[in-house]
């Protein structure tokens, strides 16, 4: 895929945001063609067997909880990013971006390595979200994700990426799943918790990855899915009705992110 950098100005509505958020449109833009558009929701997503699912021990801080607020006054959503540079994470776009509560967040608070109520690295705002201008309009499987530069750095550490993704390979998923936190496995407490489960590539397309034997649910949305060498392939997004589904990093999106370290 190719992409070129696009500017256009921000609305009146956009200004109207947090002013400690700067949300701009001059994100790259990717050629779209002949994409399955998806419904935008993070409250739903395949659980194949909650029993798979282990808590990360001791925390990756380069996983975090994402908050995010809308402008339209409705509840704020929850979901996983994860550190691509000091200052920088990476999330799915729908995290940020929903027409259906007006468009673009108001702003959004990262949370790195959060455990229940306790946050070692503190609580870091939004500062400069960028996003890809064919998600806004038409949300596909290989374009759901946003770049979020933080306000400060924490300093956490942040992985690395590979283009490479086959049928067949070996992944593990992180992040933030509401659906342990509304009703946690047996000997687990309720709180919010950092978990992860492995399995493999049912197939990888040019966008994006299918897997079937891998859990994600709300709240899991923009975690990373990492092969054995600790680099992130894709980013979770979302489910069918037979496998869950994670955009892939694509060439494209690897030079995207390089630009930010």
Known sequence: ????????????????????CKIL????????????????????????????????????????????????????????????????????????????KGGWCEYADIFPAKNGNTNPYGQISSDTIHLLTSYMSAPAKDNDYAIIELESAPNVGYFGWSTSA???????????????????PSGTSQIIKQYYDTGTINAAYTGYIRTTNTNTNGGSSGGPVLNSSDKVIAIVKSHTSSANIATRVDSYAAEWFSSFR
């Open 166 to 184: 086959t049928s067949g390979q070996s992944i593990k998923i992180m992040g933030y799943p509401s659906y342990l936190v509304n009703d946690p």
């Open 1 to 20: 895929q190719e992409g070129t950098i696009t500017t256009n100005s921000l609305s009146q509505t956009i200004k109207e945001v947090k002013e400690s």
């Open 25 to 100: 449109y001059d994100a790259p833009s990717l050629e779209i063609a002949s994409k399955t558009k998806i419904e935008i929701n993070d409250e739903q997503r395949m659980v194949f067997d909650d029993d798979e699912w282990q808590e990360v021990s001791p925390r990756d801080a380069r996983v975090a909880y994402i908050r995010t607020y809308w402008k339209d006054g409705s509840s704020n959503t929850r979901g996983t990013a994860f550190f691509i540079s000091n200052d920088t994470v990476v999330t799915s776009a729908h995290c940020i971006y929903n027409a259906s």
